[in-house]
């Protein structure tokens, strides 16, 4: 059976003469952000890319088909469109076989970027180990799949609605590297600190494009992970977090909210009781982990 693998012009290009790409995903299209403003930020991020000599390729599942690289008209139409599914390791294979529509998660992505042979991704935050786990299982796919695809990920450390210490254990267990970029803390997604130290400390993209390089040289397994803060500028203190996330979280549970449904509901919580101000971060960090994406994947390409 043949892959159904569509690239878009601009990524088809990029990839005969060698440009440098970044991969992007959609679930933060269909699942992170209310039409437009998903669009126009998917929009900014892919710009944002561009503008720091690297060339986007948004991945998504349209019609049974693995878009590498959307048009505008295919980004504005996924943006309205309605009961798309989110899509991980597990049900990935499914909907294309099935002729369907899904938006890639971080351990989506990661599939689909390595399938079209692109080694650098961009997202907010990676998944993770959620609070209370050890009653509930709930972890996410990303953290295997950070294990087993040789892919370096660019996020502004774990979702802040995790449970970041259990969430480092685990990787540490699976192996995976995680990199802080420029500071010796670990961040937390809205915010710059977690409290926790940096596993790995590197300040430019040319030494986290080589620590790439040498995990493929050595044959290890897996990518890693690039936990980049977000801008001082635009970040909430945890200290200001702390009691909405709790917030949120009883809400969810209030509400029977479980599996792939906790983590929009709780980002979508927490924007309201911040009255928006956690999606202006979220963008703002969006857009800064786009910028070093590029630059690792055009120090990759040197």
């Known amino acids: 059976m043949n892959l159904?693998?569509?690239?878009?012009?601009?990524?088809?290009?990029a990839r005969e003469t060698g440009a440098p790409l970044v991969a992007l995903e959609s679930t933060i299209i269909t699942h992170g952000m209310p039409y437009p403003q998903n669009v126009e930020t998917a929009r900014r991020v892919e710009a944002e890319v561009r503008a720091h000599g690297a060339v986007p390729a948004t991945i998504a599942v349209i019609n049974g088909s693995l878009h590498i690289g959307l048009s505008d008209e295919e980004l504005e139409a996924l943006g309205q469109a309605k009961?798309?599914?989110?899509?991980?390791?597990?049900?990935?294979?499914a909907c294309i076989a099935q002729g369907g529509t899904g938006a890639t998660t971080v351990a989506a992505t990661m599939i689909g970027a390595h399938l079209a042979g692109i080694k650098v991704f961009a997202t907010g935050g990676i998944g993770g180990v959620h609070k209370g786990a050890e009653l509930s299982f709930d972890i996410s796919a990303d953290l295997q799949e950070l294990a087993r695809t040789p892919v370096t990920v660019v996020a502004a450390g774990a979702k802040a609605i995790l449970d970041i210490p259990k969430t480092l254990e685990v990787l540490e267990t699976l192996g995976v590297p995680v990199i802080v970029n420029g500071q010796d803390q670990f961040p937390a997604f809205w915010s710059r600190e977690s409290g926790l130290p940096a596993p790995l400390r590197m300040d430019t993209p040319a030494q986290i494009a080589a620590a790439m390089e040498m995990r493929a040289a050595m044959?290890?397994?897996?990518?890693?992970?690039?936990a980049n803060p977000i801008p001082a500028d635009a970040e909430i203190s945890r200290e200001v977090l702390a009691p909405v996330i709790a917030r949120a979280i009883a809400d969810a549970d209030a509400h029977g909210i479980a599996a792939k449904k906790v983590t929009p509901y709780l980002l979508q919580r927490i924007f309201e009781l911040t009255e928006g101000e956690s999606l202006e971060a979220n963008i703002a960090l969006v857009l800064n982990n786009a910028r070093l994406a590029a630059q690792i994947a055009g120090a990759l390409a040197a």
């Not at 159904?4 to 290009?13: G, M, R």
């Not at 009961?83 to 294979?93: H, M, Q, T």
């Not at 044959?219 to 690039?226: A, E, M």
Request: charge should be positive; charged fraction near 15%.
């Open 4 to 13: 159904p693998l569509i690239f878009s012009p601009e990524v088809a290009k």
């Open 219 to 226: 044959g290890l397994s897996g990518g890693q992970l690039v």
């Open 83 to 93: 009961n798309v599914a989110k899509l991980s390791r597990a049900d990935f294979a």
